[in-house]
């Protein structure tokens, strides 16, 4: 049996400074039309994928685009084709928005959509839109709790940060009351609390989500149930594969540059960590390992969802 064509397209995720992307209704016509959609089309012979994606925006919306960044390439097989889609978040363009193909747009917020149905492989997609472009790793007892509370409260109070609880030298108890203590800190726009460590206990703490180890990862058959979150540290391109395979949210991958909390090991670089990304890209990735929000452009622009920062941001 001959295996289908792939067709491969280009889509642009058009943000705004606060947050907000756009959608575009499929016109009468074409597949599934009256979905709603990322903007794009069609690689032609020999294109890229960002020459296919500035073309057909300036095809289909009349803009040119000044600043895009690859996020994700996702397979996904519909009745009528097989495609894989190139994501590119496009945060500058230059000209008015105007439909030459019919279709409608809106604007919209990740978790907050007001139009429907959407079009069935941008679901994963829009699920990655709620993540931050920053994760925080606790400091595992280099600053007392009074002093990571306050820190945490004046992340939380400044914009979406989220926080993966990691305390290994901890006592199930002592992490349950200090996972309590923050819980409770209120969180005005929408920060995310993420546990790490034993999973049967993890389920019974008040947790947005849960952070995997790679051998906590490598020894699951399925997606940790009970966590409406679910991410995994990764450090070469079988753990970052797997990981897409089971359809966590997000995934971490290094360590990138030379790290304290692994003084022993070498380091990917940015070369090897721009590799591995091309080959498991299909799920969000944070870049670990000497990172801060100095290297956060960096990191984005070899396609990244953000940075992991650990000791820089104590």
Not at 29 to 36: C, V
Not at 44 to 69: K, M, S
Not at 111 to 139: E, K
Not at 181 to 187: D, E, F, I, T
Request: net charge negative.
């Amino acid at each position: 049996m001959n295996e289908r064509k792939v067709t491969r397209v280009a889509a642009g995720i058009l943000q705004q400074a606060d947050g907000q992307f756009l959608l575009a209704s499929r016109p009468a016509g074409k597949p599934y039309a009256g979905y709603w959609e990322f903007p794009g089309g069609k690689l032609e012979q020999g294109e890229t994928p960002l020459a296919a994606l500035q073309r057909e925006l300036f095809e289909e919306l009349g803009i040119e685009v000044l600043q895009a960044r690859p996020w994700l390439c996702q397979r996904f097989d519909y009745p009528h084709a097989l495609v894989e889609l190139y994501f590119y978040r496009v945060t500058a363009w230059s000209g008015e928005i105007v439909s030459h193909e019919g279709q409608e747009f809106a604007w919209q917020s990740a978790g907050q959509l007001n139009v429907s149905p959407i079009l069935p492989a941008n679901g994963p997609i829009l699920r990655g839109l709620s993540l931050n472009d920053t994760l925080i790793f606790s400091p595992a007892g280099l600053i007392d709790d009074a002093e990571l509370i306050r820190k945490m409260a004046a992340y939380w109070q400044a914009g979406p940060a989220w926080l993966v609880l990691r305390e290994p030298q901890r006592t199930m108890d002592d992490y349950a009351q200090l996972c309590q203590q923050l819980a409770q800190l209120p969180r005005p726009h929408g920060g995310k609390l993420v546990g790490h460590g034993d999973l049967s206990h993890l389920c019974t703490l008040a947790l947005d989500g849960v952070h995997l180890t790679s051998r906590q990862l490598m020894a699951l058959n399925g997606r940790p149930d009970g966590f409406d979150w679910v991410g995994a540290s990764t450090h070469h391109l079988e753990e970052l594969r797997y990981a897409n395979a089971l359809g966590l949210d997000y995934t971490v991958l290094g360590h990138v540059a030379a790290s304290n909390s692994h003084p022993a090991e070498p380091p990917l670089g940015w070369a090897q960590f721009a590799q591995l990304l091309e080959q498991g890209w299909s799920s969000p990735c944070y870049a670990i390992g000497g990172q801060s929000l100095a290297t956060l452009a960096q990191a984005q622009a070899l396609g990244a969802q953000g940075v992991a920062i650990l000791s820089a941001a104590w």
